[in-house]
């Protein structure tokens, strides 16, 4: 897209707005909106200022001055200001030496892209993650000189079976029995059926759609595998869609890994595959139809994981998640089916680009 195109975007849904959003290092979105007739050609170059000082692990307050660049290719009119809006997402540069910022984490996904092609190894890494949430009616909390608690409520939940709800239907999932029942116990079909909606009009190709295996409205939304920048940016959209139509319709979305106790908690399956044109490298003849590529690339991971674990459980509740007896992968190991692995190779299909 170039700049005319964006604002003939803009005028054909009306939009008088525009939000600029980027990600932080630990994940969050942030954003700015702009009335849109401040913007002109030259801003997709010029890019706009902010102070990066206040963006958690980013700047000090000596060289807080930070450019923010839009991405036209990332375009999409936002779903959730009364106003029409159109969203772009930034990339973050310096703006003494526009060099892009070593701690922007789009730049980050950029150079791995690049590295992979400029290896040789293969052409495009595809990303294939299966986000887990839950969904609560309530959640409260307090930390402070004389008391310290937190306390989540959900109508799903099965600690609710004698809940005062004029009349109380009954209709909880148990603990770890949630796992694809059908309606009226699965109560947050028509929720996600929402979600679902308004991750396709932003372009994100959603395959399925279900509640996950614990109580309290654990679900689960799958998106088609993209390559890895692709779907970093439509993570962030996934998120943000279903923590908002969460909040549209009175409810809280958690990513959280284990808020209920005793109970299996969220986590994100991340399916990843290299392939070279047309190839997929990772299919082969050895263990589990994999190649000695794969092979070799589950070692690293492996040899690694300890690393690893600095961002894929980055808090003290993602181990409260990582014990035995929650369908969790406690094991660091590479298997075949068994999902009490560190890397599980699903045997669904035996097509090799599957």
């Known amino acids: 897209m170039k700049p005319d195109e964006f604002f003939d975007f803009a005028k054909k849904h009306d939009a008088e707005m525009v939000d600029l959003k980027f990600v932080d290092l630990l994940g969050t979105w942030q954003h700015c909106s702009f009335p849109i007739d401040t913007w002109t050609a030259s801003t997709f170059e010029d890019g706009l200022g902010f102070d990066g000082s206040s963006i958690r692990g980013w700047m000090g307050i000596h060289e807080s001055d930070m450019l923010a660049i839009p ?37 980050i996904a950029r150079k791995a892209e690049a590295y992979l092609r400029e290896s040789g190894v293969g052409d495009v890494c595809y990303i294939g993650p299966e986000p887990e949430f839950f969904i609560f009616d309530e959640v409260r909390y307090e930390q402070n000189q004389h008391r310290g608690y937190y306390q989540i409520d959900s109508i799903e939940g099965a600690w609710n079976t004698a809940r005062i709800e004029e009349p109380n239907l009954g209709y909880k999932p148990s603990f770890k029995g949630g796992y ?84 299996n908690g969220s986590g994100m399956h ?45 808090t003290t509740n993602s181990y409260r998640r990582l014990v035995p007896g929650f369908e969790a992968p406690v094991n660091l190991a590479l298997s075949a089916r068994n999902r009490s692995a560190a890397i599980r190779i699903p045997m669904y299909s035996k097509n090799p680009k599957a």
């Open 180 to 263: 694809f029942p059908v309606s009226p116990s699965d109560t947050y079909h028509d929720l996600r059926g929402a979600m679902v909606y308004e991750m396709r009009k932003v372009g994100i190709v959603v395959e399925a759609h279900h509640h996950e295996v614990a109580t309290g409205g654990q679900s689960e939304i799958d998106m088609q595998y993209a390559p890895l920048l692709q779907m970093a940016d439509q993570f962030m959209w996934y998120k943000y869609i279903c923590k908002n139509v969460g909040r549209r319709h009175g409810k809280t979305v958690t990513f959280m890994p284990k808020p209920i106790f005793e109970d």
């Open 71 to 107: 991405d036209l290719s990332t375009t999409r009119l936002d779903p959730f200001f009364q106003r029409p809006t159109v969203s772009v997402i930034a990339d973050i540069v310096d703006p003494v030496t526009r060099a892009d910022f070593t701690r922007d984490p789009r730049h």
């Open 270 to 314: 991340t399916h990843i595959s290299l392939w070279k044109g047309n190839k997929p490298l990772f299919a082969g003849d050895k263990y589990a139809a994999l190649s000695d590529l794969a092979l070799h690339a589950a070692g690293g991971l492996l040899k690694h994981a300890p690393s690893i674990l600095a961002f894929a459980a980055p």
